[in-house]
């Protein structure tokens, strides 16, 4: 006999079994994780160019913010300084400079004043604006923050001072300028991180300024004798001495230099770590 037609609907309701698991098992892929769905969107990420972009935007902005009108103050003191030297140099023949003492008046030192110059107020400029205490609350760290903005016064220092050393060159003696002027950015970096660090410590720029030329002012008390020593802050390792006369001067050399530059590199550290005393500095 044939099936009635409600049997064949009834049937028709439930499924076949054997149907019904298969399309089950075949649902279950659905839902798997696969590993289009795992990987990162690279189109949401940003690009290298962004990227490269968006440091160069905050190195501008830093600029805009640090130096303002510094860069035309700078430039017009660089430019009296050696106007009044030039002009001892033209009426007074016999008061020239030698190298040593041409990269040393006309370069390295005037590289340490610039470096005071730049960062005595950088921290109490912020706080007088009341604006210190926005940015530790950005995003970023203070410690990237404070790092940016000092890399824009290392930037500003050595292209300044790779312009006044090939002006000596022309204008004064002849020397390895662009070595000269590499080398001077060393104490500068120094004393930029020092003064830095004191602006930090006793949160004036005054009294970070005081004591950063007083530091120069000691240096140039020792500079006679300390001069070619490894204790030299101006050391130049462009000066070779005559043979035999001090054979370890490219280990000396090598020495001063790291020793140079590692104690700035740990002056600015030691000063972004005092920054973390947030209510100290801010009042």
Not at 61 to 76: C, D, E, N, P
Not at 144 to 154: G, H, N, P, Q
Not at 219 to 226: C, F, H, K, P, S
Not at 249 to 254: G, H, I, S
């Amino acid at each position: 006999m044939s099936a009635s037609p409600s049997e064949d609907g009834k049937r028709s309701a439930v499924g076949d079994p054997d149907s019904t698991l298969a399309a089950a098992a075949s649902d279950i892929g659905d839902f798997e994780p696969t590993l289009e769905a795992a990987a990162p969107d690279v189109e949401a990420m940003l690009a290298w160019r962004e990227v490269i972009g968006s440091l160069a935007l905050n190195f501008r902005l830093s600029g805009r913010v640090i130096f303002r009108r510094k860069l035309l103050f700078m430039t017009a003191g660089i430019l009296v300084y050696y106007a009044i030297l030039y002009a001892f140099a033209v009426y007074q023949p016999g008061s020239g400079f030698s190298v040593d003492r041409a990269l040393f008046v006309l370069v390295e030192l005037p590289g340490t004043i610039l470096g005071v110059y730049l960062t005595m107020d950088l921290v109490a400029k912020e706080r007088d604006r009341h604006t210190l205490e926005v940015l530790f609350s950005t995003a970023s760290s203070h410690y990237t923050v404070w790092t940016i903005r000092m890399l824009s016064v290392y930037f500003v220092l050595l292209v300044t001072l790779l312009i006044m050393s090939t002006i000596s060159y022309f204008f004064f003696a002849e020397f390895p300028f662009f070595w000269g002027g590499l080398n001077a950015f060393l104490p500068a970096f120094l004393i930029a991180n020092l003064t830095f660090y004191s602006s930090v410590f006793t949160r004036s720029a005054n009294a970070a300024g005081m004591l950063s030329l007083g530091f120069i002012i000691l240096v140039l008390m020792t500079y006679d004798e300390l001069q070619g020593t490894n204790w030299d802050l101006f050391l130049k390792p462009f000066e070779v001495p005559v043979s035999g006369e001090d054979p370890m001067w490219a280990e000396k050399m090598l020495l001063n230099r790291l020793s140079v530059f590692i104690t700035g590199a740990m002056l600015l550290f030691l000063a972004l770590r005092r920054m973390e005393q947030r209510e100290k500095l801010l009042t």
